[in-house]
């Protein structure tokens, strides 16, 4: 029953034209279709293309003709990105149950507190440090054994226990990641009037969609309205 219905359905079908673990290389338009080069030395060739790739790493890639001005100074940092880190620890029971807590929180600081594991089996349990903007910036300069203590220092005020409980822990920093270079757009209101209509604009036979190419940035609904965007115009330009 998973593959009926969403994306897994919708992968079913074009199976055989899904490609993991290529990183593209360069994108060229040659008359009336487009040669996709990878990092292990496969060529693809489409009628046209929609690229997602965020802007932070968008000129990883080659284009041949190069895009716009425009596109590529938003691309090079002049459409601001925020930063987004999270840290997961794992404890050896949920004790903040135990003083009636949910394991939710908020902090003074651009940072939320989750606790993602609340409906699952068993004794053990997790608590997210969910970071954003200059925060996370400044946590990310910090070396490993820094981040979790500043965690669990700040944790153990709202969850006493929590050093007790520790067992291990994993972060994941968007701007530290190598094919998204931050969480999400987050220009300023200059910026989106001199970028905002050229980051999703289509290039000859290439499309682009993605959170900072919508006018809802950061979230799913924006990615989605791109989307359709792209695709309507994929549709109205035929070949």
Request: charged share 15%; net charge negative; glycine share 8%.
């Amino acid at each position: 029953l998973k593959y009926l219905y969403g994306p897994l359905a919708f992968a079913q079908s074009l199976n055989e034209f899904i490609f993991f673990n290529a990183v593209v290389t360069s994108v060229e338009q040659i008359d009336e279709q487009v040669l996709i080069n990878t990092e292990d030395g496969q060529l693809h060739n489409a009628d046209r293309v929609l690229c997602s790739v965020p802007l932070p790493v968008l000129n990883n890639i080659q284009f041949l003709p190069a895009l716009s001005s425009l596109k590529t100074e938003a691309a090079n940092g002049a459409y601001h990105y925020s930063p987004s880190t999270r840290l997961f620890s794992q404890f050896e029971q949920r004790f903040w149950q135990n003083m009636d807590l949910n394991g939710w929180g908020e902090t003074d600081r651009p940072e939320e507190i989750w606790q993602p594991s609340w409906d699952d089996p068993g004794p053990r349990g997790i608590v997210m440090s969910y970071i954003r903007g200059s925060a996370a910036a400044q946590f990310d300069g910090l070396t490993p054994q820094q981040q979790l203590d500043s965690v669990l220092q700040k944790w153990d005020i709202a969850f006493p226990g929590v050093s007790t409980n520790y067992l291990s822990h994993h972060v994941f920093s968007w701007a530290n990641e190598a094919y998204s270079g931050g969480a999400f757009a987050n220009p300023s209101s200059e910026q989106e009037a001199i970028y905002g209509e050229h980051v999703g604009s289509a290039e000859g036979r290439v499309h682009f969609a993605g959170e900072h190419a919508s006018n809802f940035h950061a979230w799913i609904q924006g990615a989605l309205e791109s989307g359709i965007r792209a695709a309507r115009e994929i549709h109205s330009a035929g070949g």
